[in-house]
């Protein structure tokens, strides 16, 4: 089974080193310093049950690694335009195309059924050009439960005892693919899901990421410091209600966000987007706070709260240089 890590940064990096211990075919495409320590010293991943050290095959040209039964995509949403001009050489007809990425993704609407089936989502996928690259057809989509961080270049650092990977196609359908991949990270020790249900775990993890992201960008705090003050902590709940409305009204169950609330208010590790805004990289804003939204409006579902703080923490991003033009 040949399997290729699109974007081996901390959540494709981790990924890649629980693949490692299985038995695939494994290749990354990354670029600049991380692909370079890849080349030379290879992969470690640090987790809390031990090291994972692995030297799979990385390159920053998709043409040299060819196609694959299952290429993973671990890449920012602003990056997926590169990502469709340079994702033809791993394709071949029957590859399946995993999108491990928070919020809501390019093909959400795809095999939807109801008044929005097949619509196109621009904010994510401007002209397109994802849609037509990999196709709807071929694509899978991925929640990850985890807390991982670059530490240093070809150094991944996993926080989490326990790893979750729910994956799932968009039309709920079986896919021998999924399942051979799914046992295989097994074998390297994630707890992996395969759900008819997709759209169900990217709203339970999303309702956390539109808490967690847009107070932590608002705050410049972990989750387990803003929560603590009990008005931030009232209006997490809140949106966490307006968040699982959305879910409903589109046919999805979120969950108790109960749960995740209270993880969240004992998490020391920074969101991924706050330390975007931190590091000055491009951030996430359309697929985690600005599509839901929209979502809401075709819905009808009013989200007063969400609206308020999301504006905000969109505007942060806007003044950081970050998000928009």
């Not at 999924?178 to 008819?196: D, F, K, N, P, Y």
Request: with cysteine.
């Amino acid at each position: 089974m040949k399997v290729c890590i699109y974007g081996a940064g901390a959540v494709g990096g981790h990924i890649a080193g629980r693949l490692a211990r299985a038995r695939v075919d494994l290749s990354v495409v990354a670029r600049g310093e991380h692909l370079a320590a890849l080349q030379t010293a290879g992969l470690r991943v640090e987790t809390p049950e031990g090291i994972l050290l692995a030297h799979p095959t990385a390159s920053a040209d998709p043409q040299q690694l060819g196609a694959q039964d299952v290429v993973v995509v671990a890449v920012k949403a602003p990056t997926l335009q590169q990502l469709a001009a340079n994702i033809a050489p791993l394709l071949n007809p029957r590859t399946v195309v995993l999108f491990v990425m928070n919020g809501i993704p390019w093909w959400y609407f795809h095999a939807h059924g109801g008044p929005f089936d097949d619509r196109r989502l621009p904010q994510i996928d401007p002209q397109g050009v994802v849609w037509e690259a990999v196709g709807p057809t071929r694509a899978a989509g991925a929640v990850i439960h985890t807390s991982c961080t670059v530490t240093a270049p070809g150094v991944i650092r996993v926080a989490n005892p326990r790893n979750r990977l729910v994956l799932g196609r968009p039309d709920g359908h079986d896919d021998p693919l999924l399942a051979s991949l799914a046992a295989e990270l097994r074998t390297g020790g994630l707890e992996v899901e395969i759900t008819s249900r997709i759209r169900d775990a990217i709203w339970e993890k999303l309702l956390m990421n539109l808490v967690g992201g847009s107070l932590g960008i608002l705050t410049a705090s972990a989750m387990g410091d803003a929560l603590s003050t009990p008005a931030v902590a009232l209006a997490a709940h809140e949106m966490a209600r307006e968040g699982a409305a959305i879910a409903k009204s589109l046919g999805c169950d979120a969950g108790d966000p109960l749960p995740g609330l209270a993880r969240l208010k004992t998490s020391a590790h920074k969101q991924s987007i706050l330390q975007d805004l931190e590091r000055g990289r491009s951030m996430e804003v359309d697929a985690l706070f600005t599509v839901p939204l929209e979502l809401a409006r075709m819905a009808g579902v009013p989200t007063p709260t969400l609206d308020l703080i999301v504006g905000l923490a969109v505007r942060r991003a806007r003044a950081a240089r970050l998000y928009g033009e």
